[in-house]
């Protein structure tokens, strides 16, 4: 898709014209548990806001006199085109931001040609969104339960409406700690459902009478509560009741060996996998080794470990150890079109954003997320220009480097993204050492 020139003055929303402003639109909109649940990180928060800053950490060296009269914003994604570089990230239960919930974002999507990820525990059922989607391409996030059969139904039926692939979550094998969301005591509220699991509180309906299910007579049974898995000090017991996502999305027992092929098996030939929440060399070479078809690095958004490395810190190693073997992807922290073009110099094939997009649902709904749409590609588009690219595949190292502040007296230094460090092997076993 070739894009001729920059969005004019007359098509701008005045109230809203950043990121940023987006951000305090939203916040002022949502009600506080919702707020709280879905900006805040873990802990001290210290990661979630490294995520932002990290792009600080790099200038981008613009070249000038090249014919960008005609820019090119368009990439390939699951054998389609996508309008820009970038794509909505899976964020849960998002009916909690705006009405219009998943629907609107894939309805968003669909019109700014955008590829959308929608997350396990969603509040709209896959089968809707996918409607929603037409043509446009979806991916399911996945959490890979320790009851197997959950896992295995919600993925025959991704396959059966046409997603193009699993992000599977590899990050959670327990849950962050998240205080708000602790002190609030979040619940999701009751005239609201993870609509993608509500059979198996349907199976809970029976005729007290007579014991059978019919729609005549439905009593509901006392529901049960849902309880994590937990090890009781010889074997491991599994999560009971209503799937929750506290209750049944951590998975301490996930493993490369078992599980990877187990979902390789259950997705083809209709479904890719990747791996989202890879942050290191060692495990992105692993990722390879076991035949995945991307890498998603991410550190879910500054939400699990407090403390971990940014997710842009994190890229060029990741990148490096793959050797372009399997796409890489990257999210956490885009506020800008600089910050997606800065990933992309610095390796990734591709960027998801999260947060922005509930943002604009709490703004305006649908409107909203293609707002905020808008403004990232305006802003993508007008950095390709200004930097002197005219296409996607031509960012690359050489258009960046990264400052380093060093001294008392704020003396700079810039260092050259040319070389990295960080070499890494993989053996036959799977074992991952550095060279």
Known sequence: MVMNTIEGPGNHDLNCLTIKELEKHAYNLMDKQTRDYY????DSGSTLRENIEAFGKYRIRPRVLRDVSS???????????????LGVAPTAMQKLAHADGELGTAR??????????????ATTTLEDVAEASGDNPNVLQLYLFESREHSHKLIQRAKKAGYKA?????DTPFLGRRNLEIRNQFKLPPHFKIANFTED???ALVDEATGNSSNQSKQRKPKAEPVSGYHDGEKRVLPTGPITFHSHAANPTLSWERDIEWLKQECSPEMEVWVKGIATGEDALLAVH?????????????????GALATLDALPEVVEAVQGKIPVHVDGGVRHGTDVFKALALGADFVWVGRPALWGLAYKGQAGVELMLRLLS???RLCMGLAGVTRVQDISKDYLVKVSVLGLRGSMEYLSQRTLTNLWQIDKSGFVARL
Do not use: W, Y
């Open 39 to 42: 900006n805040e990180g873990a």
């Open 71 to 85: 820019i090119d914003t368009s990439v390939e994604i699951f054998g389609q085109m996508n309008s820009i570089p």
């Open 108 to 121: 968003a999507c669909k019109n700014m040609k955008v590829a959308m990820g929608l997350s396990s525990f």
């Open 166 to 170: 699993v992000f599977l979550t590899v």
């Open 201 to 203: 509180e349907d199976a």
């Open 290 to 306: 076991h035949g995945v078809n991307g890498i998603v690095v991410s550190n879910h958004g500054g939400r699990q470990l407090n």
């Open 378 to 380: 305006d802003e993508i």
